[in-house]
């Protein structure tokens, strides 16, 4: 990293601080220290929350899916993921499979999408769970579902969402910047030694080739027939229908419910209420998930919930940005 970026990180860091510290302060008077600290009362697994009360014996868990779904590294420390937290996310898939009192699953979902690995894992867990454990589960579409986020929809037995909602974007994407010729115009040479003619394709300081492209769509292409392929086998379409369908362009609830993407329209509590139905346990214990118990990631929970993660946000993105392109099933205008 060069100085200017570590002093640029330097001073986000103090600013942070500064930032963080004022606004937990502001809500330390008015907080309910019992409550913030209640979902850290389990003993085993991840703690719960009690959404509305009911059987213990008949439950359903509201997972919630909210940000870009990207693997951004280990759920501790001060500076953990803030946002969408992939290892917490799949750990509450694998508490809810081995829970037996866990009947239905409301998949809470609003996110622009992400990686193409990440989608990919949650849909896999999810199908696991739907075919080992008889789970049903109902999806939730907040104001956005894209891409990713209709990747990881596709298996559900129903997918719920609002007139208003912003779905769609089937596909897959990989973006770089290139400056070649604004390196060219200031003078700077960017040198690359590499093991192989390929190892540093797209280089942002090199023209593009055309063998890079190739390379970069034949890949896109394998991604986007996985894409078709979890849509056709989701929502029981023909092949040929879903690529007509999935070229890219982004739906609203009322668009998607007539190309058969959503079943029905629904709120979360509309959702919820559904679930209950179907599955005739009007008494169900409803439940999210908390942090695991640990304080780093207790603190880092509720400070989010605390203060609205603003600049912790912009901090956890420098942090976290690994650099270089990759396939994303992402909407991004």
Not at 148 to 168: C, H, L, N, Q
């Amino acid at each position: 990293m060069s100085a200017k970026r570590w002093i640029a990180l330097g001073i986000a860091v103090v600013l942070f601080v500064v930032s963080a510290g004022i606004n937990f302060a502001s809500v330390a008077l008015t907080t309910d220290f019992e409550e913030m600290f209640s979902t850290a009362a389990s003993l085993d697994g991840l703690p719960e929350e009690v959404i509305e009360d009911g059987s213990f014996s008949d439950r359903i868990a509201v997972l919630e899916l909210n940000g870009t779904i990207q693997d951004t590294g280990d759920t501790g420390g001060f500076l953990g993921p803030v946002g969408y937290n992939h290892t917490h996310f799949m750990n509450q898939l694998n508490q809810v499979k081995e829970d037996a009192s866990i009947k239905g699953i409301v998949l809470s979902v609003n996110t622009p999408g992400g990686g193409v690995v990440e989608s990919a894992e949650i849909h896999d867990k999810l199908v696991e769970i739907i075919e080992e454990t008889d789970k049903t589960v109902y999806v939730s579409m907040g104001a956005q579902a894209t891409s990713g986020g209709y990747y990881v929809s596709a298996p559900a037995d129903k997918i719920f969402a609002s007139r208003e909602t912003m779905t769609g974007s089937l596909g897959v994407i990989l973006q770089s910047i290139n400056f070649s010729g604004l390196a060219d115009e200031l003078g700077v040479e960017f040198v690359s030694v590499t093991s192989g003619e390929f190892k540093d394709m797209l280089n942002p300081a090199e023209e593009v080739r055309e063998e890079d492209l190739a390379i970069v769509q034949s890949m896109l292409e394998d991604s986007y027939q996985g894409f078709v392929d979890v849509i056709a086998n989701g929502r029981d379409l023909p092949e040929e229908r879903v690529r007509e369908i999935a070229d890219g362009r982004i739906y609203n609830g009322t668009q998607a419910l007539e190309l058969d993407l959503i079943d029905e329209f629904g709120y979360e509590e509309d959702v919820i209420a559904a679930l209950k139905e179907d599955l005739e346990i009007g008494n169900a214990q409803v439940i999210r998930y908390g942090m695991p118990n640990d304080f780093a990631s207790l603190f880092n929970y509720q400070a989010s919930r605390l203060f609205g993660s603003p600049e912790t946000q912009i901090l956890s993105e420098i942090m976290n940005n690994t650099g270089g392109p990759r396939p994303m099933y992402l909407y991004s205008n």
